[in-house]
């Protein structure tokens, strides 16, 4: 569900105002329910690539469920 939300928020919904508020208050709660090194490893990868879909499915598959 994490991921589609991601997905859903960087690229669908016809105002992408209202995709993009709902990505970063997406994202702030789940950058708060991870581990913190997870949350660097994020935002060291996002740094290079600019992909925050592409992260955030990296770091839900090395968390695990």
Same mark, same amino acid.
């Given at each position: 569900m994490d991921l589609c939300l991601a !997905?859903? +928020?960087?690229?669908?919904?016809d105002d992408k105002t209202s995709a993009h508020e709902l990505g970063k208050?997406?994202?702030? +709660?789940f950058a %708060? +329910? !991870?581990? %913190?090194?997870? $949350?660097e490893q994020m935002s060291e990868l996002g !740094?290079?690539?600019g992909h925050l879909w592409v !992260? $955030?499915?990296s770091v839900l598959a090395a968390e695990g469920p």
């Open positions: !997905l859903w +928020s960087a690229l669908g919904g208050d997406w994202y702030r +709660s %708060e +329910s !991870l581990p %913190e090194r997870a $949350v !740094l290079d690539t !992260l $955030v499915a």
